[in-house]
């Protein structure tokens, strides 16, 4: 069972910046893509970047220009930089990865942090 812990959510003034941090209980090795996702009060979970083994990234249209994931080999560690925040990018920020074992796919999923934009 690989665990997931983020942290770096908060507080943030319409315009600043946060960078969350995603740290896997397994080496950052062992997965081929990792993504972050968000999910807003009624609103249904929505992928916002994924990071192959490789380093490609890919960015939900809505964060391209101002988010950026990247995987710090050394750091065991999983980020997201966001910057030029909006009240809409209010949400609870979830990192996921997942193995292929013997057949199977496993799922992971962080505990979520909260990022909360006020203007």
């Known amino acids: 069972q690989v665990q997931l812990v983020e942290s770096g959510g908060g507080l943030v003034q319409f315009g600043g910046s946060l960078r969350l941090s995603c740290a896997p209980s397994a080496s950052i090795h062992s997965f081929n893509t990792m993504d972050w996702y968000r999910q807003a009060p009624g609103k249904e979970r929505e992928l916002v970047a994924a990071?192959?083994?490789?380093?490609?990234?890919n960015y939900a249209d809505f964060v391209k220009g101002r988010f950026t994931i990247s995987r710090d080999y050394a750091k065991n560690t999983l980020y997201l930089q966001m910057n030029s925040l909006t009240p809409e990018d209010t949400a609870v920020y979830y990192c996921?990865?997942?193995?292929?074992?013997?057949?199977?796919?496993?799922?992971?999923w962080g505990q979520g942090t909260q990022v909360t934009v006020f203007s």
């Open positions: 996921h990865t997942d193995q292929r074992l013997s057949g199977r796919t496993y799922d992971y």
């Open positions: 990071i192959t083994d490789g380093q490609n990234p």
